[in-house]
Every structure is written in C-alpha cells, then in structure tokens.
C-alpha cells in the first residue's frame, strides 16, 4: 500500500471514529469500531497463523464483546490494554515476548504520528506551506503599522472612535465565526486522527526487536578466562554462604508457617474485633518473603552456580523456601478468606485473591528456572503473560454484580456496609434495593455484632441514596443513543421498570 493510500485511510478513520464517538459515552460503539481495525487487519494480511498474533486477536475480540456484556470501567481498561497489544504485535508478530510487543505499540503511538505528518510534506499542504511561509515577510510591517495605529488613536479621539468601530466589526466577525465551530466535535477528530495513526501507520523500533531477538529463555553457559582453581574457589564460598542464607531463611519461614497453620488455618476464632490489620500484615509478609525469594535465587543462580556439580543441595534448599512461600501465601488466601466471611466481599479483597493466584504461579516459575535452568527473561515473559491473561480474563467478569449479590444473601450474617453496597455500579442498583423492615433487621444484628462498625448509612438515607441513583439511572439510559447501548445497563434498567410496573 502506497503512502498516498495509507493517509487517506488513516483520514476516513478518524472521520468515522469522530461519527462512532462524538458526544456517545461508550458502549455498542467501540465494538463496531474495533470489529472494523480487526477486519482490517485482517483483509490486509497482517493477522496470521503465528500463536502471538492469533491470541492478541482473540483477546481483542474477546475483550470488545465484553464491554458491552460487562460494561465495567476494569473491562474498558483491559480492552485499551488489549487494543494496543493487537497493534504492538502486528507491528512484528515474529516477537517472543508480549512486553516487547507493548514496547513497540509504545514507541509507534508517537512515531506513528510523525509518520503520518511527514508524509503531508508530499501533499497540497506542502505548496499551501510555502504561501504560509512567502507571506512572513509581512509580518514586521504589520506590527510597525498597529503601534502607529495604537500611538494616533490615543492622540486623536476621533481616529480612536473609527478604529474602534473597525475593532469591534472585526471582533463581531471573529465572534460569529468561532461560535459556529464546534470544538467537542474538532477535539473529537484530532483525538480520533491520533488513535488512527497509532493504528495504521508502521514504524518498528529496531532497539526494541534487537533485544527481544537477543533474549533467550535458557540460561546460557558463559565460560571464563581465569584460571579453574580460582574459579572453583569462588564457586565454592558463594555456595556455602547461600546454604547458610536458605538454611535460616527456610527456618525462620518455617516457624511463621507453624504458627498460621495452627492459628489461622485450624483454630481461628474472630473476638469481633477489625480484622484489616489481621490481612494486611499477612499480605505484607507474603509481599516482603515473595520479592526476597525471587530476588535471592535470580542472585545465586544468575551464572556457574547452575552449572556447578555440588549445587544439588543449595537446589533443595532453594525448593523448600518457595515451598514455603507457597504456603505463606496460602495462610494469606485463608486470612482473606476470613475476612470475607465477617466482613463479605469488596474490591479490594477480591483483588487480593487475584494477586495471591498470581503470586503462586510466579513462584512456580521461580522452581522451573532453578530445576532447568531457565532465563530470567523466562521469568519476566512468563509472569508478564500470565498476568495479562487472568487480569483479561478477570475483567469480564462483573466483580459488582457479583458482590452485590455475595453481599446481600450474607447480609444479617456478615457486615453489610450500606455506604458502600449503594454506590457499587448501576448494574446492581436491583439487586441492593432492599425494604426498610429488612435494612432494620440488618442494622440492628450488626449493631449486637460489629461494635466497632458504627460509621455508616442509616436505612433511611440508604433508601434515599437508591432511589436517586435509580432516577438518575433512568433518566441517564433514556438518552442515551444506540451507539451508546450495552447490555449490562439495558438489563438493568428492565429490571428497574418490570420492578416499579409491579410496584404500581
């Protein structure tokens, strides 16, 4: 495709990304929108066999679908996210890591925009440009002439009041002239002609592919010039010191994992006191335990060590610490689980057992580059892929609807905090909407219960907060055009009517 061709594309993109998203919030829109880059994409010939480009297409499909199912702000982040590894791997598909393809989406968000610029210096603008230019030489004289008009007017009143009048036609004209623009609709279009460059124009960072060609996931053998004895006696003291180090790290560990096994995993009893010192001191100890583990075997196993034939019992050693980090993070999963149980569902602590999930597998990885003496760019791959796939998968899920619903069933059984169950998203304003017999029979067993808890809603002002949000819902998805539709919310808002309808 030649350069004239690829502008004129990139232009009738923005022009319709600027009809898709011109005063529409999201919804419908950007799944015709993206459907179309793939589509594209697709005609073009640059969507392929190769595993990286068939998962960032699916993943970008997938993704889009889910906006309007879901309808979260997490699943809009995770489909832009989504987006720019689509662009960043069909940039070069032939790349081995994910984050090299985010690294050169990056790069082309700007470059791209040079690109399509440089490429107008071939085009009319180029001899409109060189008038621009030709007429620079008018630019003195203009000012000298407005100081001598500035000096005669406050000289002569009668000058000043014909300047005046010409002042305030031209000001007229500028007025009427500016309050015909639409500058939503003009900011709209650069915003629209920005996100097309970054889509349509290639440019490939050659440092970035040079170091993804350069990585390797085995860990390469590197041989040195000195001599063997004194390397076999370095060798030697930085195997004793890291047994000595694992030795107490894993006994150290092992006493913390005794006292959670027993404690937290067996024989916890909750003295209705607040339990959020309970899980984030955990949380910090899997934390803190975690990034040392990784950060001691990436040093110890960084070079000969792997390949020195006594290592084997610095390997087990090493084995055993990530076990037990495994373990820690398990007693953290239980605190969490804890937590859920008398306090129910939150962002946060949903969150939590996300990252937990992902930590447990990073340890993995550490014990697979030990046991086969993998990379650290295996490690860094690996994770940074992982974490991508559940953090996607995770966002289409509705994590609101789903606490809402956890909330409300356990709601006379766990704390059921009114203040935040009525600001969760829209999607689940019939699901929180609860009688006041009910919201006093909560109130009350929670007071009996939860002595600490006292700052919250009252049933009354709870009520008040629904049926204003329910309103404003209403009022909201009534205007809204078809570009704007999502199911989430279309869902949503029959339920609320069918629900009024039989109230009546």
């Known amino acids: 495709m030649n350069t004239t061709s690829l502008k004129r594309i990139t232009l009738v993109s923005a022009i319709l990304i600027t009809l898709l998203f011109y005063k529409q919030s999201n919804g419908l829109n950007v799944l015709i929108f993206e459907s179309l880059v793939v589509l594209y994409f697709w005609l073009s010939g640059r969507i392929t066999k190769n595993a990286l480009s068939i998962f960032s297409t ?43 393809s985010f690294g050169l989406a990056f790069v082309n968000m700007f470059d791209g925009q040079k690109l399509f610029f440089t490429s107008l210096r071939n085009s009319r603008f180029q001899s409109m440009g060189k008038y621009v230019w030709k007429f620079r030489i008018f630019l003195f004289p203009v000012i000298i002439i407005s100081i001598f008009v500035l000096i005669y007017s406050n000289s002569n009143p009668l000058f ?65 010039k000195e001599k063997r004895s004194f390397n076999n006696i370095g060798l030697k003291n930085e195997l004793r010191s890291a047994i000595f180090l694992f030795v107490s790290l894993n006994a150290l560990l092992f006493v913390l994992n005794i006292l ?13 006191e607040a339990l959020k010192g309970f899980v984030h001191e955990g949380t910090w100890y899997l934390i803190f335990s975690i990034l040392l ?69 990073g340890l993995y990885t550490v014990f697979i580059k030990v046991k086969e003496r993998k990379s650290a760019f295996y490690l860094f791959r690996n994770n940074v892929l992982v974490i991508y796939a559940l953090l996607l998968v995770s966002s289409f899920i509705n994590w609101d609807v789903i606490i809402a619903k956890y909330n409300v069933a356990h709601a006379g059984k766990s704390y059921y905090e009114m203040r935040y169950a009525a600001y969760l998203s829209d999607a689940t304003l019939p699901i ?73």
């Open 58 to 100: 699916v993943a970008l499909v997938s993704s889009s679908i889910f906006t309007i199912i879901t309808y979260s702000n997490f699943v809009y982040v995770m489909n832009t996210i989504a987006l720019i590894l689509f662009i960043g791997v069909h940039l070069e598909s032939n790349v081995k890591s994910i984050v090299s």
């Open 160 to 224: 000043d009041k014909i300047v005046s009048t010409i002042n305030k036609y031209i000001g007229n004209w500028f007025s009427i002239f500016f309050e015909n623009i639409e500058f939503s609709l003009v900011f709209t279009f650069i915003v629209g002609l920005l996100i097309s460059n970054f889509i349509l124009q290639q440019s490939k960072n050659a440092a970035i592919l040079s170091y993804d060609a350069q990585s390797d996931v085995e860990l390469q053998r590197i041989k040195r």
């Open 260 to 272: 959670d096994i027993y404690f937290v995993w067996f024989n916890f009893e909750w003295a209705n």
């Open 293 to 361: 583990s990784i950060a001691l075997v990436l040093y110890f196993f960084r070079g000969s060590l792997n390949f020195f034939h006594k290592n084997k019992l610095l390997k087990v050693l090493c084995y055993a610490w990530l076990a037990q980090n495994t373990l820690l993070a398990v007693s953290v999963i239980i605190r969490n689980y804890w937590y859920v149980h008398y306090f129910s569902l939150a962002h946060k602590r949903i969150g939590l057992f996300i990252f937990l999930l992902l930590t447990i597998y």
């Open 432 to 504: 929180v909407e609860l009688p006041i017999a009910e919201l006093e029979r909560i109130q009350k067993f929670q007071f009996n219960k939860y002595p600490l808890e006292r700052n919250d809603l009252t049933p009354e002002l709870y009520i008040q907060t629904i049926e204003w949000r329910k309103n404003e819902f209403k009022n909201k998805w009534e205007k809204k055009s078809w570009l704007s539709w999502n199911l989430s919310e279309y869902l949503t808002y029959r339920k609320l009517v069918d629900s009024n309808s039989l109230a009546e």
